[in-house]
C-alpha cells in the first residue's frame, strides 16, 4: 500500500510512517468472520473497500449493531485492546473488502504517544452512537414492516445497488427475529409494490 486513507491525513507524519511498516492490507472475500465474541482482539480493522457488519449474538439469535464503511474502523474492537478485554461483538465481511489490519500491540503504543489517534476513535465512537440509537430505536418503535424495509434501503445504498443477493434467513439474523415472520412480512411489502422479490435476492425501490 502506497498511501493511507483519507481519515489519516490528519495524522502526524510519524505515526502514518509507522502505521504504513507495521500495518498489513488483506483481501477479504465476503462472509469472512474477523471478529468474534469472546476473542482477545489480535489486529484492529480499518475498512480500505468494501462492507463489515457487526452483530452481536444471544442463544441461537443474531441483531446488527451496525456497518463498519471505508475509511472507519471497528470502535468495538479498539475499546476491547485498549481494556485488554475479550470481545463482546462479532464482525463480519459483508462484501468483498480490503482491510488494513493494525496489530494491537502496536494500536495500544500509539494511542500513548498520538492524541491524533485517540480523537479519530473517539470521532468514530460518536458515529456508532448514533448508529446504535437508530437500532434501538427500530427495536422498540418500528414495526417489522418499516425495520426491513430500512435495512433493504441501507444495505441498497450502502452497495449502490437496489438489488440485494440475500435471503430471509439473513435478513432475519440482522434484525434479530425468525424467517416465518420475514417472509410473512416481505409478501407484504411485495403487495405493497415496495419490494420485489426474486430466487436470489431481492429488489428494494428506494
Known amino acids: 500500500m502506497t ?91 459483508e462484501a468483498d473488502s480490503e482491510l488494513l489490519l493494525l496489530p494491537s500491540d502496536m494500536v495500544r503504543e500509539w494511542l500513548l504517544n498520538f492524541p491524533a489517534l485517540h480523537l479519530f476513535f473517539h470521532q468514530l465512537n460518536n458515529l456508532r452512537y448514533l448508529d446504535l440509537l437508530d437500532t434501538i430505536h427500530e427495536v422498540l418503535f418500528e414495526h417489522l414492516d418499516v425495520r426491513i424495509l430500512n435495512f433493504l434501503r441501507e444495505k441498497a445504498r450502502l452497495t449502490g445497488n437496489p438489488f440485494i443477493r440475500i435471503r430471509h434467513r439473513e435478513i432475519a439474523d440482522a434484525l434479530g427475529t425468525s424467517r416465518e415472520a420475514i417472509s410473512r412480512v416481505t409478501k407484504k411489502l411485495e403487495h405493497e409494490k415496495k419490494i420485489t422479490q426474486h430466487p436470489d435476492g431481492i429488489e428494494v425501490r428506494l
Open 3 to 93: 498511501r493511507l486513507p483519507g481519515s489519516f491525513n490528519a495524522f502526524p507524519q510519524e505515526l502514518k510512517d509507522d502505521i504504513l511498516r507495521k500495518g498489513v492490507v488483506k483481501a477479504v472475500p465476503k462472509g469472512v468472520e474477523l471478529i468474534r465474541e469472546g476473542q482477545f482482539i489480535q489486529v484492529v480493522p480499518l475498512v480500505l473497500t468494501g462492507l463489515v457488519k457487526v452483530l452481536t449474538r444471544y442463544e441461537d439469535r443474531e441483531l446488527l449493531l451496525y456497518y463498519i464503511r471505508p475509511e472507519e474502523s471497528c470502535i468495538m474492537s479498539f475499546f476491547s485492546v485498549l481494556r485488554d478485554e475479550t470481545s463482546r461483538i462479532t464482525a463480519r465481511t
